[in-house]
């Protein structure tokens, strides 16, 4: 399983725990807002918006949540203004990260994470100084007990999916990006419930770390993930599986 896939799946444990303690929820709104500010409040014509809301449905979150954020993302309630951001970054060992921020305050925000990123080993770079190594794709993951994995790769490969990997306790399914938004209603109308579904960057190859340097970069990917204004984490690292595990129990 590769290092993304490895880390898709303690996203997933997090956000769980994220949305039992209303951290999630946080996040979820800012990314409604800012799809609806992008690309206005009319779902048909908005795949970014019909993505974040599945996502807020998914997460159990109160209908009027949702209008609101959406609402004041179109101008049509008085609310905060956030902007889309990314940054980038390396961690300990060379690790290439990237992040998908939405903030309403850039200098606050970017302080914070610089300092993040220097406290555990790590330092910000400049625009376009890792991006070279991702690519954009859709990603989607699914409980296992959700569905058998023979019948989801063929409803996903036939929706327009790429591939579809196998975790612990998960399925991920990659899109192009561009086809993500057919791909999940593909898979709900056939009944499957998404735990995720987003876009991000997945990394063209991965750095391998162990000992004290896979330690550190998990905690400083544990830590931007927890910030808030911090959407969504990618980076390029790969761990071995039972260092994994005892690393993220810690």
Do not use: C
């Not at 992008?38 to 993505?51: E, H, M, V």
Request: charged fraction near 30%; aromatic fraction near 4%; glycine fraction near 8%.
């Amino acid at each position: 399983m590769s290092g993304h896939s490895k880390w898709s799946t303690i996203k997933h444990k997090k956000a769980l725990k994220d949305a039992r303690r209303g951290r999630m929820f946080t996040k979820l709104i800012k990314d409604l807002t800012i799809a609806a500010r992008i690309g206005g409040s009319d779902l048909s014509a908005n795949p970014r918006l019909r993505t974040a809301l599945a996502a807020a449905k998914a997460s159990s979150m109160p209908n009027d949540t949702i209008d609101r954020a959406i609402k004041k993302g179109a101008g049509e309630l008085e609310g905060v203004t956030y902007e889309d951001v990314v940054y980038e970054g390396h961690g300990p060992g060379g690790v290439a990260i990237m992040l998908q921020v939405l903030t309403d305050n850039k200098n606050r925000t970017v302080s914070e994470i610089r300092h993040f990123f220097t406290k555990h080993g790590g330092n910000l770079g400049s625009p376009n100084s890792v991006a070279w190594m991702f690519t954009k794709k859709g990603i989607i993951t699914v409980d296992k007990g959700q569905v058998d994995e023979d019948r989801l790769m063929e409803l996903a490969l036939d929706a327009g999916a790429e591939d579809m990997t196998v975790g612990d306790e998960i399925f991920e399914v990659v899109t192009p990006p561009e086809d993500l938004e057919a791909v999940r209603e593909a898979l709900e109308k056939a009944g499957i419930t998404l735990a995720s579904a987003e876009v991000t960057m997945i990394p063209q190859n991965t750095v391998t770390l162990s000992g004290k340097e896979a330690e550190q970069t998990l905690k400083l990917l544990d830590i931007l993930q927890e910030h808030d204004d911090v959407q969504s984490v990618s980076a390029n690292f790969d761990i071995a599986q039972e260092e994994m595990e005892r690393l993220s129990a810690a």
